[in-house]
């Protein structure tokens, strides 16, 4: 009754082009649980209706309406999260930015692009690409992952060690809130303001509780010029992470850094060690050999073996082979998951270990690879690649003993990925005490509970 009320609506204002017609591809979204429900005829979820606005405005009039008719909604951008985030409950109508995609001002002396968030990110990195500038930002996701997503997802890509995440790219947003009101995070774009409270971070990672992001300024470089990319082996996992956190501490951050532990390297490269991948970039020559000079020093010191640049062009040509890679792990009898974990130096070797213990010791003990590639100068994320007989119950045993171990070891239990349906419930010890904060930002803003919900307990 409620929907169809709605609908003659926002037909009756908006036109019935605001209605997608195949609405298959929003039936799921990469949660691998979720596509593995999916090919075991399990998965049933499907969203009554998907809409498409084509500006903030009618965001805006989609979501008051919902809200007279107390609908819920699902904001939607490319569909890639792998949690479930985005992927349709509750009888909530899902509303996708696809329709938004467009580029809308490119200012060379701010050094700043403002987009519509429903733009996907291998779209603009082009379009930039081929005016000399660069967000360097590419997840795995680069050619599904839209703008407004990785912000609420607080998304990170394979150069953050170098040149940050999602945050720090993000200067302004534009936002549709529960109530329809359209706001900016600041009035004025500056590089930054002390002017309260910096509420951009309100929404980024905010996974659409809070409001809808229809609008993004980000700031934009130069593509460096020089880059030297390499490969080495290392003597153990956790000296390739001291070897990292030592080249950090001199002043010698790399712009991305990739450390694969023993069994990812075998499986993924043949070597039996594990594989660090290391690329530094510069606009000018001579600096570049100064830092790369400096780094060798550092890593053979560290008994590191150079290997050439081979391993890393390899993972760099195949990096968006996904597709393949699971078609593989399917043919094997196998499913999969990843899960991304962070903490400090101090604690990564016994979150590494523990996490690996843990899964051993899972009935039918999983296959698990790990690597390291987001670093800080505080810590880095871990990262796991787990496969296992296509069972839900056993995906739920391995989920389950990997975050009792995380926690106990001192990590945060996502780095990238987010809550979704997947770790809604570790939400009261990770964060923990602060969800009071969070429901309560959520109450004050949507009394309703109009919009997805997920990180919200
Ligand atoms: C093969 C593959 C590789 C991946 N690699 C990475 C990686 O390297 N790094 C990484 O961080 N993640 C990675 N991911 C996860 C995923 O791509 C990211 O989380 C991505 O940021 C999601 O963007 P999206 O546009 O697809 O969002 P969606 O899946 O559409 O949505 C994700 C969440 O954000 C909300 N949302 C979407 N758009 C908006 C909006 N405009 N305003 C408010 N809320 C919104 C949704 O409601 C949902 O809660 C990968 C996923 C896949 C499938």
Redesign the pocket.
Same mark, same amino acid.
């Given at each position: 009754m409620g929907l169809e009320g709605f609908l003659r609506d926002i037909i009756g204002s908006l036109g019935d082009d605001i209605i997608i017609a195949d609405i298959d591809k929003y039936s799921r979204?990469?949660w691998p649980l979720a596509m593995l429900l999916d090919k075991l005829n399990a998965w049933t979820a499907k969203p009554p209706v998907v809409l498409a606005p084509r500006s903030a405005s009618e965001v805006s009039y989609i979501v008051r309406k919902a809200g007279e008719y107390s609908l819920c909604i699902?904001? @939607? $951008? $490319? +569909?890639?999260?792998?949690?479930g985030?985005?992927a349709p409950r509750d009888d909530c109508i899902i509303l996708t930015?696809s329709r938004m995609n467009k580029i809308l001002d490119f200012n060379i002396d701010d050094l700043t692009v403002t987009v519509e968030? $429903?733009v996907i990110l291998s779209e603009l990195e082009d379009w930039l690409n081929s005016r000399g500038y660069t967000i360097r930002h590419v997840?795995?996701?680069f050619h599904?992952?839209?703008? !407004? !997503? =990785?912000?609420?997802?607080? =998304?990170?890509?394979?150069y953050s060690t170098g040149y940050g995440?999602?945050e720090d790219i993000t200067v302004n947003l534009e936002?549709v809130l529960p109530s329809g009101d359209i706001i900016w995070t600041r009035s004025i774009t500056a590089p930054r303001s002390s002017m309260g409270p910096d509420l951009k971070y309100l929404?980024i990672g905010?996974?659409?509780a809070y +409001?809808?992001?229809?609008k993004a300024i980000l700031r934009v470089l130069p593509i460096p010029r020089y880059r030297v990319e390499a490969s080495f082996e290392v003597p153990s996992f956790e000296r390739g992470l001291s070897i990292i956190r030592e080249l950090i501490t001199r002043g010698l951050t790399p712009a991305l850094a990739r450390l694969s532990d023993d069994i990812e390297s075998t499986i993924r490269f043949g070597r039996e060690k594990p594989v660090l991948l290391i690329l530094y970039e510069s606009n000018y020559l001579d600096i570049l050999d100064v830092l790369w000079g400096k780094a060798m020093e550092i890593i053979e010191a560290n008994s590191g073996e150079y290997i050439g640049e081979e391993l890393y062009k390899k993972w760099l040509s195949s990096r968006f082979n996904?597709e393949d890679d699971i078609r593989l792990i399917d043919s094997m009898d196998l499913w999969f998951e990843t899960l991304d974990v962070a903490a400090t130096w101090s604690k990564l070797p016994q979150v590494y270990r523990n996490i690996r213990k843990a899964l051993d010791e899972v009935r039918e003990k999983p296959i698990v690879m790990t690597h390291a590639s987001h670093f800080y100068i505080t810590g880095a994320t871990l990262y796991y690649t787990i496969l296992y007989r296509k069972d839900p119950e056993l995906y739920w045993n391995i989920v389950e003993a990997f975050m009792k171990a995380a926690l106990e070891s001192g990590a945060t239990l996502s780095h990238? @990925? +987010?809550v $979704?349906l997947l770790r809604r419930k570790w939400l009261k010890v990770d964060p923990g005490q602060s969800t009071v904060i969070l429901n309560s930002i959520k109450k004050a803003l949507d009394p309703k509970n109009i919009l997805?919900s997920?990180i919200i307990t």
């Amino acid at each position: 009754m409620g929907l169809e009320g709605f609908l003659r609506d926002i037909i009756g204002s908006l036109g019935d082009d605001i209605i997608i017609a195949d609405i298959d591809k929003y039936s799921r979204d990469w949660w691998p649980l979720a596509m593995l429900l999916d090919k075991l005829n399990a998965w049933t979820a499907k969203p009554p209706v998907v809409l498409a606005p084509r500006s903030a405005s009618e965001v805006s009039y989609i979501v008051r309406k919902a809200g007279e008719y107390s609908l819920c909604i699902i904001p @939607h $951008g $490319g +569909g890639s999260s792998v949690t479930g985030a985005s992927a349709p409950r509750d009888d909530c109508i899902i509303l996708t930015l696809s329709r938004m995609n467009k580029i809308l001002d490119f200012n060379i002396d701010d050094l700043t692009v403002t987009v519509e968030a $429903g733009v996907i990110l291998s779209e603009l990195e082009d379009w930039l690409n081929s005016r000399g500038y660069t967000i360097r930002h590419v997840p795995q996701s680069f050619h599904l992952a839209s703008i !407004g !997503g =990785c912000i609420a997802t607080l =998304c990170s890509g394979q150069y953050s060690t170098g040149y940050g995440s999602i945050e720090d790219i993000t200067v302004n947003l534009e936002v549709v809130l529960p109530s329809g009101d359209i706001i900016w995070t600041r009035s004025i774009t500056a590089p930054r303001s002390s002017m309260g409270p910096d509420l951009k971070y309100l929404f980024i990672g905010s996974e659409g509780a809070y +409001g809808i992001v229809t609008k993004a300024i980000l700031r934009v470089l130069p593509i460096p010029r020089y880059r030297v990319e390499a490969s080495f082996e290392v003597p153990s996992f956790e000296r390739g992470l001291s070897i990292i956190r030592e080249l950090i501490t001199r002043g010698l951050t790399p712009a991305l850094a990739r450390l694969s532990d023993d069994i990812e390297s075998t499986i993924r490269f043949g070597r039996e060690k594990p594989v660090l991948l290391i690329l530094y970039e510069s606009n000018y020559l001579d600096i570049l050999d100064v830092l790369w000079g400096k780094a060798m020093e550092i890593i053979e010191a560290n008994s590191g073996e150079y290997i050439g640049e081979e391993l890393y062009k390899k993972w760099l040509s195949s990096r968006f082979n996904y597709e393949d890679d699971i078609r593989l792990i399917d043919s094997m009898d196998l499913w999969f998951e990843t899960l991304d974990v962070a903490a400090t130096w101090s604690k990564l070797p016994q979150v590494y270990r523990n996490i690996r213990k843990a899964l051993d010791e899972v009935r039918e003990k999983p296959i698990v690879m790990t690597h390291a590639s987001h670093f800080y100068i505080t810590g880095a994320t871990l990262y796991y690649t787990i496969l296992y007989r296509k069972d839900p119950e056993l995906y739920w045993n391995i989920v389950e003993a990997f975050m009792k171990a995380a926690l106990e070891s001192g990590a945060t239990l996502s780095h990238h @990925h +987010g809550v $979704g349906l997947l770790r809604r419930k570790w939400l009261k010890v990770d964060p923990g005490q602060s969800t009071v904060i969070l429901n309560s930002i959520k109450k004050a803003l949507d009394p309703k509970n109009i919009l997805n919900s997920n990180i919200i307990t």
